[in-house]
Nanobody, 118 residues
Framework: QVQLVESGGGLVQTGGSLRLSCAAS????????MGWFRQAPGKEREFVAQ????????HYATSVKGRFTISRDIALNTWYLQMNSLKPEDTAVYYC???????????WGQGTQVTVSS
C-alpha cells in the first residue's frame, strides 16, 4: 500500500520560508513524477511544482517560479518543496502527489496547511 506523508507546514510571516517534505512508502518510483499542489479556500486545487524522479527535471507554476524549489532524495524516498519569499496569497493546503505521467497522479498525501500572515 502506497502512502505519502507530508510535513513542514505552519504559520509564517510574509517574506518568510518553509520547507515541506513528502515521505513515500510502499513502492519505488522510478519513472514517476512527484509534485506539489495547493488548494486555497474557495478555490480549485492548483499545480505548484513537479520533479521527475529518475532525472530530476523540474517544472514550476509561474506564480512560484524563482521563489520555490522542488527537490528529491531518492535514498529516502522523499521529496521537498523549499518555499522562500512567501506571500499571503501562498496560503493554502499543500498536497504532495506522485504518478506515472506529468499530468497523471495516482497517489496523494493528506495535505499540510501553510498560512502566510501579512
Amino acid at each position: 500500500q502506497v502512502q505519502l506523508v507530508e510535513s513542514g507546514g505552519g504559520l509564517v510571516q510574509t517574506g518568510g520560508s518553509l520547507r515541506l517534505s513528502c515521505a513515500a512508502s510502499g513502492r519505488t518510483f522510478s519513472g514517476y513524477y512527484m509534485g506539489w499542489f495547493r488548494q486555497a479556500p474557495g478555490k480549485e486545487r492548483e499545480f505548484v511544482a513537479q520533479i521527475s524522479w529518475s532525472y530530476g527535471f523540474t517544472h514550476y507554476a509561474t506564480s512560484v517560479k524563482g521563489r520555490f524549489t522542488i527537490s528529491r532524495d531518492i535514498a529516502l524516498n522523499t521529496w521537498y518543496l523549499q518555499m522562500n519569499s512567501l506571500k499571503p496569497e501562498d496560503t493554502a493546503v499543500y498536497y504532495c502527489g506522485a504518478g506515472p505521467g506529468s499530468r497523471h497522479y495516482d497517489y496523494w498525501g493528506q495535505g499540510t496547511q501553510v498560512t502566510v500572515s501579512s
